[in-house]
């Protein structure tokens, strides 16, 4: 099972990009490279999820390099309500193998 | 349902008693996972169903934790004899395991375990 660190908590303020990178050595080649985003008091929710190079949707962008051994999730001016942990999670797209093992988070903090 | 239903929300016990704890996960979505949240940690990951079947138990911190899934459908977590370390959240998810979209993890609110 891939492995991720991520750094545990960030700080920003409202109108500023936001990128937060998570380190996968040892990615497997059928593995996938997912983001969540979990609120106080709730379960995490799916942000954006890629294989390589570059995904954008309405949230955010991913980019991974060409060695895929990280990513990087990257949030356009982010607002107070983006205060939240983030989770690199990396495994298969339909895992069928088993756990899941998602890293410590990364808890932001978007200030005013 | 549109989504995953954990029942119950909140939960408060006491030490020594036995809890069950509830998922209803997506229609058609195969795997399901539960997981366990302590205040301030990151997900802990418990047990992994296919199916009806638990390929994956490697998570239950002690055999007063089991879990099963009928009609690969519900899953039921079962904690026996409390413990106050067992107070946490416990989250479940749910998953397809084929098909042309992201393979995401759709996770219910989780039920707030609270053991005195």
Not at chain 2, 36 to 47: D, M, P, T
Not at chain 2, 103 to 116: A, D, M, N, P, Q
Request: overall charge neutral.
């Amino acid at each position: 099972l891939a492995k991720t660190t991520q750094p545990i908590s960030m700080d920003s303020y409202e109108g500023q990009e936001v990128n937060i990178t998570c380190s996968h050595n040892n990615i497997a080649t059928n593995d996938y490279i997912t983001w969540y985003q979990q609120f106080p008091s709730q379960g995490p929710r799916f942000i954006i999820q890629g294989y390589k190079t570059k995904v954008t949707n309405e949230v955010a962008s991913l980019f991974i390099p060409a060695d895929r051994k990280s990513s990087t999730l990257s949030l356009p001016r982010v607002s107070l309500s983006d205060t939240a942990v983030y989770y690199c999670l990396v495994g298969a797209r339909y895992n069928q193998g088993g756990k899941l093992i998602f890293g410590q988070g990364t808890e932001l903090s978007v200030k005013p | 349902g549109a989504g995953v239903s954990q029942s119950p929300s909140n939960k408060v016990t006491e030490k020594g008693k036995d809890v069950e704890l509830r998922c209803d996960p997506i229609s058609g979505h195969t795997a399901l996972y539960w997981y366990r949240q302590s205040l301030g940690q990151g997900l802990e990951f418990l047990i992994y169903f296919q199916g009806n079947s638990a390929p994956d138990k490697s998570g239950l911190p002690s055999d007063r934790f089991s879990a099963e899934r009928t009609g690969g459908s519900v899953s039921t977590l079962t904690i026996q004899r409390t413990q106050q370390e067992d107070s946490a959240v416990y989250l479940c998810a749910s998953s397809r395991t084929s098909g042309s979209g992201t393979g995401e993890l759709f996770f219910g609110e989780g039920s707030r375990l609270t053991v005195l």
